[in-house]
């Protein structure tokens, strides 16, 4: 998966030169389908894909698009031009929150105004917990805390993923990177195959269409976050929900 610095520094490749090799390779073998499926369509509509989708289909096959524009990570300078797909159909809208627990759903609610519903058979869960820090750097001692108080009630640790809000990299801002120990757990880039004593660790852009039991999002600083960033984050959760957030903060205050 790409993240956002990643991907701003090949731009070009993306939104151009891989769909041209992929038009490229189809002329050397046809590969045809009589129906097409993209999920995360919001990312598609911004790249240059479609010409090189259409080369695959069946002339009477079928498309199926799944999107949500506030999932739109990438390719920020076009995300107010209008959602342009390669053929006219029904837009069908995906009406009930299948995913999150009664309360986080209300939580990403409050934050997003999101349209959709929480279905009436979701357990209600816990409630979302905010966690202040004063420093970055204290963040990994709450996390530990965090971390003991789940597992004294049985929680497994292949339930919990670390969120974090910067770039992962050794000389990025994250507070908490691959490599580091939380008590006696390494913490670890996500993979889905969990392995023993590690805590597995991602962030937006590479989590983006996963989900985990339990969230822990860190290093949200103030309210000048990303909003689309923070909405793919918190709705990953689907039992229970944490924020670690600096003093800056004021949930649901963003700046503009």
């Known amino acids: 998966m790409v993240e956002f610095d990643a991907f701003q520094k090949s731009k070009e490749f993306w939104l151009n030169t891989a769909p041209e090799l992929l038009i490229e390779a189809l002329s050397r073998k046809s ?3 009589d129906l097409i499926i993209i999920d ?28 949500d524009p506030k999932q739109l990570l990438f390719d920020r300078e076009r995300e107010s031009e209008s959602f342009r797909f390669p053929f006219e159909g029904p837009n069908l809208i995906l009406s009930y929150d299948l995913r999150n627990s009664r309360n986080i ?22 409630n979302v917990v905010f966690r202040q820090y004063e420093k970055p750097s204290e963040q990994k001692k709450i996390i530990e805390g965090i971390l003991n108080k789940l597992l004294s009630e049985k929680i497994n640790m292949s339930q919990i993923v670390l969120l974090g809000t910067h770039s992962l990299k050794e000389n ?17 880039p996500y993979d889905f195959k969990y392995q023993a ?12 269409g996963l989900e985990s039991d339990i969230v822990i999002i860190f290093d949200i600083e103030d309210s000048a976050i990303d909003q689309k960033m923070l909405y793919v984050s918190m709705s990953r959760a689907k039992l229970l929900l944490i924020l670690l957030h600096g003093k800056a903060f004021k949930p649901w205050n963003f700046e503009k």
């Open 105 to 126: 759903f209300r939580e990403i609610k409050k934050a997003f105004n999101t349209e959709c519903q929480c279905h009436s058979e979701i357990p209600d869960g816990q």
């Open 172 to 188: 990025s801002r994250s507070s908490i990177k691959a490599g580091d120990f939380l008590g006696k757990y390494k913490v670890v």
């Open 197 to 208: 004593d590690t805590i597995r660790i991602s962030n937006s852009w590479n989590f983006k």
């Open 40 to 67: 995360e369509g919001q990312d598609f509509v911004c790249y240059n894909w479609w010409n090189a989708i259409e080369e695959m289909l069946h002339k009477d096959g079928s498309w199926f698009i799944f999107y």
């Open 31 to 33: 590969l045809f389908f």
